[in-house]
């Protein structure tokens, strides 16, 4: 596989030094931030390795994925004046990559927890064990998954205004997926 191209790898190092700025070198939140953004650069640098290939993609591809780099290109320049600024000022940019790095940490604090069976092998495959048991709810776990649909409905919200800030202002607010280790029952 080719090399990435000197400038993507660059603008990388840059975004991951402006993102630990913005939040004033927070261990945690920098870890968030950049855990947010890698898979866009990830898909970034899949449509240049894909640009690179030999033989080269058809004329009509090829002009189909310059064109979404450059307007990558463009996002990712506002989004690192966004950044920019967070580390600059304690306004409403501040607040925002500070309420992203705890919305990626509260997100997996929450997928986390879900407890899965371990693996024994010396049991069969489809061994009761590995049932994930539901038990009968309480009043208390009622009102929370009560609670609970209501903070997902609050944020599908969040995740349009995310959305409708990504087009019109020309930013990248990243995009989440959970990986890394879960909590097992032993």
């Given at each position: ?58 004329p009509a ?10 307007i990558w ?114």
């Open positions: 596989m080719t090399r990435l191209p000197a400038s993507f790898t660059s603008l990388y190092r840059l975004f991951l030094r402006t993102t630990s700025t913005s939040v004033l070198h927070h261990t945690l939140a920098t870890r968030n931030l950049r855990h947010l953004w890698r898979s866009t650069f990830h898909d970034a640098a899949k449509v240049i390795h894909h640009l690179q290939r030999e033989p080269p993609p058809p591809v090829k002009e189909e994925l310059e064109s979404w780099l450059s290109n463009d996002r990712v320049d506002n989004t690192l004046a966004l950044l920019h600024n967070s580390s600059h000022t304690r306004g409403l940019s501040h607040q925002l990559t500070r309420n992203l790095a705890l919305l990626v940490h509260h997100e997996y604090r929450r997928v986390s927890e879900i407890k899965y069976p371990a693996w024994n092998p010396q049991l069969p495959a489809d061994s009761k064990e590995y049932q994930i048991r539901v038990p009968a709810k309480s009043r208390t776990e009622t009102r929370r998954d009560a609670m609970k649909a209501i903070s997902d409905r609050a944020l599908s919200a969040v995740s349009k205004a995310v959305r409708m800030a990504e087009g019109r202002d020309g930013i990248i607010l990243g995009s989440m997926a959970v990986k890394g280790k879960l909590k097992r029952n032993m």
